[in-house]
């Protein structure tokens, strides 16, 4: 793979609009080897340095709260052709242990997360931007169902982040990166033909 120069994709958009829903399906459709997804969540910097609110609670809303130095520099090491392992980040759930994460090499990388268009090094390198919108009542019921059983929250907390950090976070750090992509989409419901088009075009890149 070193000799190839890999082609990269940004997809971002709204907490639970469907970015997660998106890189699994790349990742059932292609072969290790022939994609790598990178999830901008796995380089959220350590509790001590993220953002503490007015009333003590972190806030993960945040571009400050993603060491984008490091993803930067592990991208440019996926693109000369060397393998990159993390550790997990497992948003402080305390019934999940951590894994090691290895990124392969690969011609096609695509990096996903909320803020991955505001940090302008980043910017620079993708080749294809997308962004996964959906509606706020749609994105705040999936948001109260994910983060129940994924990261043991209660409604409360749940809809506290989404009131006082999502909600002003897709305003400032979203919404106007959204005019500026190649793609838009939309899933309320389902993505199938976005996905579709996405697909071929990724074939026709594994071709070439």
Request: neutral net charge.
């Amino acid at each position: 793979m070193a000799t190839i120069k890999p082609y990269i994709i940004g997809i971002a958009g709204g907490s639970a609009s469907g970015k997660t829903t998106l890189i699994k399906r790349l990742n059932k459709m292609y072969k290790p080897g022939e994609i790598c997804v990178i999830s901008q969540d796995h380089y959220y910097k350590p509790l001590s340095e993220q953002v503490i609110d007015e009333n003590g609670e972190i806030n993960f809303d945040l571009p400050a709260g993603i060491d984008f130095g490091r993803l930067v520099k592990d991208i440019r090491k996926l693109k000369k052709g060397q393998d990159v392992s993390i550790v997990e980040y497992t948003f402080n759930n305390p019934n999940v242990f951590p894994k090691e994460i290895t990124f392969k090499a690969s011609p096609i990388l695509v990096i996903e997360g909320l803020f991955i268009y505001t940090d302008s090094k980043l910017d620079a390198l993708f080749d294809l931007k997308l962004y996964v919108e959906a509606s706020l009542d749609v994105m705040l019921k999936r948001r109260l169902t994910r983060d129940a059983k994924e990261r043991g929250m209660t409604q409360e907390q749940i809809e506290y982040q989404w009131n006082e950090h999502v909600m002003p976070a897709y305003n400032q750090y979203l919404l106007p990166y959204r005019d500026n992509v190649d793609l838009i989409i939309v899933n309320n419901t389902h993505f199938d033909r976005s996905f579709q088009v996405l697909s071929n075009h990724l074939d026709r890149l594994l071709k070439a």
